[in-house]
């Protein structure tokens, strides 16, 4: 099994309806992110959380929200979807301490009609 | 805000010679500095990770170098192949423990 897992893996919704993307992790890590990925524009993050009570705004959080239900859990919700919201979405984790590894998902690429 | 640069954009070597992928970020308070292999549509995988008070690191035929102080860090891939083909991706994690990423080199190898 993938140490962080997304679902779904690919999906195509219509403007204006709400779909969550999901990511678990069996790493054990407290810090877990959401991140977006356009072509030509690199990752971009979304959101992220250091542990289940914290979360904080990236640097274009505009148009999603997100839930952390147990340390394993990290969802993110678009909840009115629009097509520039079309892109790559990858789920990351990390551990406390500074100087180790970011691990990523597959991804799910999301396309909004 | 940390911004990290990454060029070229894109590459294209014949097999054989050795890549030199160069990454720069402009605020120098980092713990470390990681490199990612993209293949299309797939996710990333860790190639390397340089703690900031490490000057290198390597895996094989990969060495990355780390200039802090100029806000530099280089991947090189010696002896390219067809198979190192894939977009590499540079990322940086600040004192506020955000990864920040470069846009990405696309490497081509042609045999």
């Known amino acids: 099994d993938a140490d962080v897992t997304q679902t779904p893996r690919n999906r195509i919704t219509k403007t204006g309806k709400r779909i969550m993307l999901e990511c678990s992790q069996t790493?054990?890590?407290?810090?877990m992110y959401w991140y977006r990925q356009d072509p030509g524009l690199g990752l971009r993050l979304i959101y992220y959380s250091f542990d289940v009570k914290d979360i904080n705004k990236g640097e274009i959080s505009d148009g999603y929200s997100v839930s952390r239900q147990a340390q394993a859990k990290f969802s993110l919700s678009l909840e009115s979807a629009i097509p520039n919201q079309t892109a790559l979405y990858f789920c990351?984790?990390?551990?406390?301490?500074?100087?180790?590894?970011?691990?990523f998902g597959q991804g799910t690429r999301l396309t909004v009609v | 805000k940390q911004e990290v640069t990454q060029i070229p954009a894109a590459l294209s070597v014949p097999e054989g010679e050795n890549l030199v992928l160069n990454c720069s970020f402009t605020?120098?308070?980092?713990?470390?500095l990681q490199w990612f292999r993209q293949d299309p549509g797939k996710g990333l995988t860790s190639l390397l990770l340089?703690?900031?008070?490490?000057r290198e690191q390597t895996s094989g035929r990969l060495n990355a170098s780390l200039d802090k102080s100029s806000g530099r860090s280089t991947l090189y891939i010696a002896a390219s192949q067809p198979g190192d083909s894939a977009t590499y991706l540079c990322?940086?994690?600040?004192?506020?423990?955000?990864?920040?990423f470069g846009a990405g080199t696309t490497v081509t190898v042609r045999a």
């Open positions: 340089i703690q900031s008070s490490q």
């Open positions: 990322a940086v994690v600040s004192n506020d423990y955000k990864l920040s």
């Open positions: 990351a984790t990390s551990d406390n301490t500074p100087n180790t590894e970011a691990f």
């Open positions: 605020d120098s308070a980092i713990y470390n």
């Open positions: 790493k054990g890590h407290d810090r």
